[in-house]
């Protein structure tokens, strides 16, 4: 352009506008552009399209229409190409696209028959007998081969030759040597093989390839290392002579067990913060050590997820020692009532009425009639008694149907249930829980240390303390030390969950115990059945048992007169007709009596303090219901916790 027309120029130095002849424009723009550098270029730029769009407005020069449309065609015939280019690339990559999934279905495809292929092994090889997989296990023979648990290993058995069946829990190959990690139930111990007589290369490339998880049989040679194995409960080290599999495990696991049971600090959780939209996404967090942010960064795996696939979660060795412990506390609930005279009975769960008053009760139909899910056995415990069993316990599922998210609570969970006869006062019953409580406490400690330190491996926890005799305080007292301490308590109402776990702890450093007894509640916190109070009618002859500042029990001694009770049912707003059996029972003659209920789960969740009540459920309930409001379509309770989903958006 410039060779051509003359230009609206602008001059940088001048700061004015003139209208230039091409030889002065040209030599203009070779003075500025040797002057001007950086951002200034680009509006010298500019400034040569507004002069071209001015000479093209006032008809400077007609050339300059010409050169445009040229320009314009070339324009044009360049676009083209790019277009075309551009087509061309886009078939190419889509080709490719097509020839890369076909070669991962093909993959996919060639997977299964390539594990099909190394289940058994080549036939070239020579000890080929000592290795493969077993044929399904249909119960078709009866063999003389006796199997030796992994928790039996020890010194005893160093030099011999045993037969193990356990799980894969990890394995190392490599070469002509090969480390593998076996864990049954609570125990590990680690195997080696190494090329040999009864070993062959071929062998332990095929052991490499075994998934983890897998059920394996091995024969092996039990051997004392040098140095101490730390990695692994048995400190013997198995040689192995020949192994197979049983059953093969999925190649892709939903999470690692070493992940899921890592070690947890204090300022560490495993909890997720609410199920919310993100439900179906991972569920692995990365948590970070505060103090120091350098260390390197370990996944743990979301409690959501360990629930999703709980039967992977079930089997670390932290989810076995914990379940053994709650084992431990029924058995040792069954042994103390057993040696004093109780006995153990059974009770319906699918009863006319409700059990203890109140809404929160499962109804259901029941043919052309309602039915609830008993909240407790507690009616049929005081019928058995009146029917002259003296003394009863029971251990079964109970059902409330409370609409709580909290960490404590659930829809369903296991009662440990007593009820006895008593002679004069109501602390009969309270003794001989505190006793109970003592003994299983005790039992625990001496004869499940090894679970106790498998938990606290993962969890840690300051030991349990249990001062006897137990620590017994009417509910007045408590009060009286929580306003003592600052903390507002009305002496008419029942303590709020702050209120309980404040109390906690100053019962913790008053009375340097973890484990004590209220009693004497008010009217308005007691169901029905509830005697009251002789002295004051605003309190009842009621008791909660605490443990580390939490509620465990909860406990009375009942009405066993008829007309009494009937009347508080009343009080109650509870239809005296559906319980018409339970108030005639007492009609015959009836022995004063109490008992309590006791939450399994909560036990082992405050002993160990796990700070979930999920983690000591073996499978947490996960109900599906309609919610009461109209934009809900559904409201799932997992263990307490609940997942609202709307038309657009889950809570």
């Given at each position: 352009?410039?060779?051509h ?18 030889s ?23 400034q040569?399209l ?29 676009q083209?190409?790019?277009?075309e ?14 020839t ?17 292929q ?5 036939e ?7 290795y ?46 090969g ?69 093969r ?49 370990l996944?743990?795996?979301s ?9 992977l ?18 058995q ?5 009532l ?34 609830c ?30 609409k ?42 001496t ?6 330190a ?62 004590y ?14 005697m ?18 939490e ?62 009540i ?5 499978f ?6 309609t ?5 809900d ?19």
């Amino acid at each position: 352009c410039v060779q051509h027309i003359g230009i609206f120029f602008f001059s940088s130095r001048r700061r004015h506008t003139r209208f230039l002849p091409v030889s002065w424009a040209r030599r203009c723009v070779q003075e500025t552009e040797r002057r001007v550098h950086g951002d200034n270029k680009q509006i010298l730029r500019n400034q040569f399209l507004q002069s071209l769009n001015y000479s093209k407005k006032y008809n400077i020069s007609k050339k300059m229409d010409t050169n445009q449309t040229q320009e314009q065609a070339q324009n044009q015939e360049a676009q083209q190409a790019q277009q075309e280019q551009t087509e061309q690339q886009e078939a190419t990559t889509t080709e490719e696209q097509q020839t890369k999934e076909q070669s991962k279905k093909q993959k996919k495809e060639k997977k299964p028959q390539q594990q099909q292929q190394i289940t058994q092994p080549e036939e070239d090889d020579p000890l080929k007998d000592n290795y493969g997989d077993y044929p399904l296990i249909r119960s078709q023979e009866i063999t003389t081969r006796k199997w030796t648990q992994l928790g039996q290993i020890n010194e005893s058995l160093v030099g011999q030759d045993i037969l193990i069946r356990a799980r894969l829990h990890n394995s190392r190959v490599k070469g002509n040597l090969g480390f593998l990690v076996l864990r049954e139930e609570q125990s590990t111990a680690q195997a080696a093989c190494f090329v040999g007589e009864t070993v062959s290369k071929k062998m332990i490339k095929w052991i490499g390839g075994i998934s983890k998880e897998s059920i394996i049989d091995v024969y092996a040679h039990v051997v004392q290392p040098e140095k101490e194995i730390q990695s692994c409960s048995v400190k013997q080290e198995l040689q192995i002579r020949k192994l197979y599999v049983v059953s093969r495990s999925a190649s892709t696991l939903p999470f690692q067990l070493e992940d899921a049971q890592r070690k947890l600090e204090a300022h560490e959780t495993e909890n997720d913060q609410g199920y919310d939209s993100t439900y179906q996404q991972a569920q692995v967090k990365i948590e970070e050590t505060k103090e120091d942010a350098n260390q390197p960064k370990l996944p743990v795996v979301s409690l959501k997820t360990r629930l999703d696939n709980r039967i992977l979660d079930l089997r670390t060795t932290t989810n076995q020692a914990i379940f053994r412990l709650s084992s431990a506390v029924c058995q040792l609930f069954r042994e103390f009532l057993i040696e004093r005279d109780f006995i153990e009975i059974h009770t319906p769960k699918l009863i006319a009425g409700s059990s203890e008053g109140g809404a929160n009760v499962f109804k259901l139909p029941y043919f052309d009639k309602q039915a609830c899910l008993a909240q407790s056995p507690q009616l049929y415990k005081q019928m058995c008694v009146m029917a002259d069993f003296e003394r009863v316990f029971e251990i079964g599922p109970v059902f409330r149907a409370e609409k709580s998210f909290t960490h404590r609570h659930m829809t369903e969970f296991t009662g440990l249930d007593i009820e006895m006869t008593l002679k004069e006062h109501y602390f009969e019953v309270l003794d001989l829980l505190g006793d109970m409580f003592a003994y299983i406490f005790n039992g625990i400690e001496t004869r499940f240390a090894k679970e106790i330190a498998t938990i606290q491996q993962q969890y840690p926890f300051e030991p349990f303390k249990c001062k006897t005799p137990v620590v017994k305080l009417t509910f007045q007292e408590g009060v009286e030390l929580l306003q003592k301490h600052g903390i507002n308590q009305k002496p008419d109402e029942d303590l709020d969950t702050h209120n309980e776990r404040e109390l906690g702890k100053i019962v913790r450093q008053v009375y340097d115990t973890d484990f004590y007894m209220l009693h004497r509640y008010p009217v308005s916190a007691r169901p029905f059945y509830t005697m009251i109070c002789q002295d004051d009618p605003n309190y009842t002859n009621s008791y909660d048992f605490f443990m580390r500042g939490e509620e465990i029990t909860s406990g009375a001694q009942r009405i066993h007169e008829p007309e009494f009770l009937a009347e508080r049912a009343k009080v109650h707003g509870i239809d005296v007709d559906t319980i018409r059996d339970y108030i005639n029972a007492f009609s015959l003659g009836a022995k004063p009596h109490g008992g309590c209920g006791i939450g399994l789960e909560r036990v082992v969740m405050l002993y160990c303090n796990l700070g979930d009540i999920r983690k000591s459920c073996l499978f947490p309930s996960c109900l599906l219901y309609t919610s009461d409001a109209a934009d809900d379509l559904l409201c799932v309770d997992l263990g307490g916790r609940r997942i609202i989903k709307k038309k657009k958006q889950m809570y």
